[in-house]
């Protein structure tokens, strides 16, 4: 997204200041020539000599000129499109008080600044800068809510830190290298990582994260081998772990639980089955886990059902309308009242229960995105130039954040990401409800 400069922000700010009107019953104009008549296409209009009439000095309105109304002529109005005021608007989200005022503009600027002003807002807060530790082994983080603390996957090993403290480096407490993924199951209590091809398990505890101990790879359960990804998550009622070994033309996909073995907790093995794609990403919902795959087959997702193990694809292949779907990778799924939301790094889309297409307009991203998360009613597109925030019952844009290079260590956990940035910082991305 291109950055406003300084000087145009100001004005932008300082045009939303002037629509907002102190007192009506001063300004000595006629109801029509308000700010919503001016720019509400669904209101009277006066005439051009009378429009022009409405001008006054300062001394003649005889209050602030920065609260009063300053109209903007039909020439100049008329031949905007409403997509260019909600890009200027965008610009605002993190005004209060400039999105306020254009909130009383007209009806098409309130419905796009309270989208701002009421919903999602995320901020980025600095978790380490400039602290001995090279954020180009950092591969990925979660967030341990209940300590409130973070533990990072590097390619040396794992490491230990206090959440949101930037004079303080994190600590080593385990030797392993190219640790690559990480995850936590039972309420945080269990830690699951892939550290190169093999999936380990460890219990937080015995990590003694406050002791200064350096622990070796022997205190692990080895989980599985020749694993390309895994995710967690809630299915047929339990907590669960998907391992996937991906090859060319298949996948083999391991279901596993966690389970207290002798007062500790490990992972135990429930399934196995077998997927003629090449699966690229993982996620559960209900009795069922939706695969990510390469595209050649069902275009990109594949459902698998717990209770029988059957899978198939999850848009059908007799609607015309799903033709563009073709040669786009997909990224994520989610279920959306009675429709499912389909994202892959082109677009989204909807569609209904029958794998039918659901609406007709699509969802297209401001810059592609290499990865979808979700948190809460909101979808979050992470890619090269930042993240692209939409909601996902209407697609509406919320909110962009710009951070070049940005690349994501770990998925929402308690209203927070973890994501890094080429410049070398850490940053702690806050998920919460916008208030007026």
């Known amino acids: 997204m291109t950055r406003l400069g300084g000087d145009a922000l100001s004005s932008v700010r300082s045009i939303a200041q002037k629509m ?7 300004a000595k104009t006629s109801p029509n020539n308000g700010a919503y008549a001016q720019l509400d296409d669904s209101l009277p209009r006066t005439s051009t000599s009378s429009y022009y009439s409405c001008y006054r000095t300062s001394e003649e309105l005889d209050f602030n000129p920065m609260s009063s ?3 903007l002529p039909y020439e100049l109005t008329d031949q905007i499109p409403t997509e260019i005021y909600e890009r200027i608007i965008d610009f605002l989200h993190t005004e209060q008080n400039a999105l306020s005022g254009c909130s009383l503009v007209c009806k ?14 995320v901020k980025p807060k600095p978790i380490s800068r400039d602290m001995g530790m090279d954020i180009k082994r950092v591969n990925c983080a979660v967030y341990l809510r209940r300590k409130h603390a973070i533990l990072y996957g590097m390619d040396d090993g794992i490491y230990f830190g206090a959440a949101l403290v930037v004079d303080k480096p994190p600590t080593k407490v385990m030797n392993i290298p190219n640790v690559q993924q990480m995850d936590i199951l039972m309420s945080g209590t269990l830690v699951v990582f892939r550290a190169g091809r093999d999936v380990y398990s460890v219990p937080l505890s015995a990590l003694q994260v406050h002791s200064g101990n ?11 081998s020749n694993a390309h990804l895994f995710n967690v998550g809630k299915s047929a009622g339990r907590e669960m772990m998907c ?17 207290n073995s002798a007062d500790k907790p490990e992972m135990a093995l429930f399934k196995v089955f077998y997927l003629p794609q090449a699966a690229s990403s993982v996620q559960f919902h209900k009795n069922f886990v939706i695969l990510a795959t390469n595209g050649v087959c069902h275009r990109g997702f594949e459902v698998i059902d717990l ?3 059957t899978a198939q694809g999850i848009l059908d292949p007799t609607d015309p309308r799903l033709e563009f779907v073709r040669n786009a990778k997909c990224l994520a799924f989610r279920k959306v009242g009675k429709e499912f939301l389909l994202c892959y790094d082109q677009f989204a889309f909807y569609i209904n229960t029958t794998g039918h297409l659901a609406r007709d307009n699509k969802i297209y991203w401001e810059y592609p995105p290499r990865e979808v998360v979700f948190h809460e009613d909101h979808m979050i597109g992470v890619s090269d130039k930042g993240l692209e925030i939409r909601n996902v019952v209407t697609g509406q844009l919320v909110q962009t954040i710009q951070l070049d290079g940005i690349r994501m260590l770990s998925g929402v956990t308690s209203s927070l990401m973890i994501t890094a940035r080429e410049n070398g910082w850490v940053d702690g991305l806050e998920f919460s409800p916008r208030k007026a």
Do not use: M
């Open 214 to 224: 350096v622990f070796e790879a022997s205190i692990c359960q080895k989980v599985t």
């Open 307 to 309: 209770q029988n193990y």
């Open 69 to 71: 109304v300053i109209p």
């Open 108 to 121: 098409a600027w309130h419905a796009s600044s309270r989208l701002h002003l009421f919903d999602l807002y």
């Open 243 to 259: 391992v996937v070994k991906a090859g060319t033309l298949s996948s083999t996909c391991k279901l596993f639980h966690p389970q």
């Open 20 to 26: 907002r009107l102190k007192s009506p019953g001063k």
